[in-house]
């Protein structure tokens, strides 16, 4: 199962494939709700540069879109889906420091036999169960990152188009802002939030460090 967020709004059906499933219409769809994501690479960017991280991972990559050339460390993206990842490796592939693999993020021994600098956890919370979640965090600490970067879209954004994105998306778990803290918290310590829009979507930025014992 790939918990990209676009991906999984139903459109029409090709045999056995929804259409998003494509990169070509997935990055289109994701155009059209979040044009180019700029705020939202502005804050991944600020922050990995801030963190002065050595190694990234982006656990969810899609098509790779969170992959900043501009920051020459190596970079791992990971996703489920074999034709988005098939995408970003031709699109990257004259970025040495680019990786991109495909498997599942629940399961993945990538996550279990590696460490990294900086986790992006971009638009993915909201196709977890709690229970997901809490594996998935899991998971992440056990890579022993410095920084953790969250970015997840919330239940009640202020327009009537933002909502009704909100709506279209069939992700089952989009919560409210203090849910999803409230989860994070009990495996990172928050040192930074804030909303980002980006057209007609809303991200909940959250930068987390591990909690020390």
Known sequence: MSYNPLRTVVFNKIPNMHLLELPFFYNSLRSIIAGDQADTKSFVRSHLSQGSCASIIDIGCGTGDFFDPTLSVPYTGIDVNS????????????????????????????????????????????????????????????????????ADIIPSPPRFLQRLMVRFDRGAYVRPPEEKLAIIERFFSVTHNEFIQSRLAVQHGIVCTPRTH
Do not use: G, W
């Not at 279990?112 to 998935?136: K, N, T």
């Not at 965090?137 to 920084?147: E, K, N, S, Y």
């Open 83 to 150: 034709r988005y990842i098939s995408y970003a490796q031709k699109n990257y592939h004259n970025y040495s420091h680019a990786k991109f693999v495909c498997d599942d993020i629940l399961t993945s021994p990538l996550l279990s036999s590696s460490q990294y600098d900086a986790v992006l956890f971009i638009s993915m919370m909201h196709h977890l169960s709690d229970l997901d979640c809490e594996h998935m965090f899991r998971r992440i600490t056990a890579l022993q990152p410095r920084l953790i970067l969250i």
